[in-house]
């Protein structure tokens, strides 16, 4: 059973992975801790912790003299993340093809769903939190836990590289990738759906411009809407 301190440590590193995936933190964002604190309602020594255990995840960056930053990647490491990111979900999409059953089939659909929606309705963080739970999602009916904890960190890396190197194209995943995606999983086809998920990889790489483009950050605007989505789910 978890203690206090040990949830509410959790509850402030799930918020602030949330806020970097769906691109609400703009690299080297200064991470105050009292501020977050405040709008996180706990203790400086949760949010101190919490900022600790993501800075082991290369997400939150501890620089001297200066606290907590959200991490800024470089181009380095953007060709990095997504050359870890095809190999890795190549490899989920075989796991996929050997344990999937019919109902999985229907899971992705119905997520299909979720993404039609927040198109419709112009949701561009619900349709970012979206596209990348796909991956998740494939990487969960994969079955193999070490993998999803890894694309988990590479994705919420990759949220901060295509904020960072950001253009004026739309950077979420394609539409069609995803729906493509499941009806070549339907239909027993694991090669395609590999070399569709490799292509679907490097054309978000590849729309990187590698310009960094700064907006000013309000840690309360960007965590009150995640806190009011926690309480009425």
Same mark, same amino acid.
């Given at each position: 059973?978890? #203690?206090?301190?040990? @949830? %509410? *440590?959790?509850?402030?590193?799930?918020?602030?992975?949330? !806020?970097?995936?769906?691109?609400?933190?703009?690299?080297?964002?200064?991470?105050?801790?009292?501020?977050?604190?405040? =709008?996180?309602?706990?203790?400086?020594?949760?949010?101190? /912790?919490?900022?600790?255990?993501?800075?082991?995840?290369?997400?939150?960056?501890?620089? $001297?003299?200066?606290?907590?930053?959200?991490?800024?990647? &470089?181009?380095?490491?953007?060709?990095?993340?997504?050359?870890?990111?095809?190999?890795?979900?190549?490899?989920? *999409? /075989?796991?996929?093809?050997?344990?999937?059953?019919?109902? #999985?089939? $229907? @899971?992705?659909? %119905? /997520?299909?769903?979720?993404?039609?929606?927040?198109?419709?309705?112009?949701?561009?963080?619900?349709?970012?939190?979206?596209?990348?739970?796909?991956?998740?999602?494939?990487? #969960?009916?994969?079955?193999?836990?070490?993998?999803?904890?890894?694309?988990?960190?590479?994705?919420?890396? &990759?949220?901060?590289?295509?904020?960072?190197?950001?253009?004026?194209? #739309? $950077? @979420?995943?394609?539409?069609? /990738?995803?729906?493509?995606?499941?009806?070549?999983?339907?239909?027993?086809? %694991?090669?395609?759906?590999?070399?569709?998920?490799? $292509?679907?990889?490097?054309? *978000? %790489?590849? =729309?990187?411009?590698?310009?960094?483009? !700064?907006?000013? @950050?309000?840690?309360?605007?960007?965590?009150?809407?995640?806190?009011?989505?926690?309480?009425?789910?």
């Amino acid at each position: 059973m978890k #203690d206090a301190a040990h @949830t %509410e *440590i959790e509850k402030v590193c799930n918020a602030i992975y949330k !806020a970097i995936f769906e691109r609400r933190l703009e690299p080297n964002t200064r991470l105050v801790e009292s501020q977050l604190a405040k =709008v996180l309602s706990t203790s400086r020594a949760n949010v101190r /912790h919490a900022l600790l255990l993501l800075s082991q995840r290369k997400l939150v960056k501890i620089v $001297q003299n200066k606290g907590a930053v959200v991490a800024e990647p &470089s181009k380095t490491e953007a060709h990095e993340v997504f050359r870890a990111r095809k190999c890795i979900e190549r490899e989920i *999409i /075989h796991l996929l093809f050997e344990r999937y059953k019919p109902e #999985d089939i $229907q @899971t992705l659909r %119905e /997520h299909l769903e979720v993404e039609r929606q927040a198109r419709e309705n112009h949701d561009y963080h619900e349709l970012i939190r979206a596209t990348g739970q796909f991956h998740l999602l494939l990487a #969960d009916i994969a079955g193999n836990s070490v993998l999803y904890d890894f694309l988990e960190q590479l994705i919420a890396l &990759s949220s901060l590289i295509l904020e960072k190197f950001k253009t004026y194209n #739309d $950077q @979420t995943c394609k539409e069609w /990738h995803h729906t493509e995606l499941v009806r070549l999983i339907a239909e027993g086809a %694991e090669d395609e759906a590999q070399d569709l998920m490799n $292509q679907h990889l490097k054309e *978000i %790489e590849q =729309v990187l411009n590698y310009q960094k483009k !700064a907006k000013p @950050t309000n840690l309360n605007e960007i965590f009150a809407p995640l806190l009011d989505n926690q309480q009425t789910a």
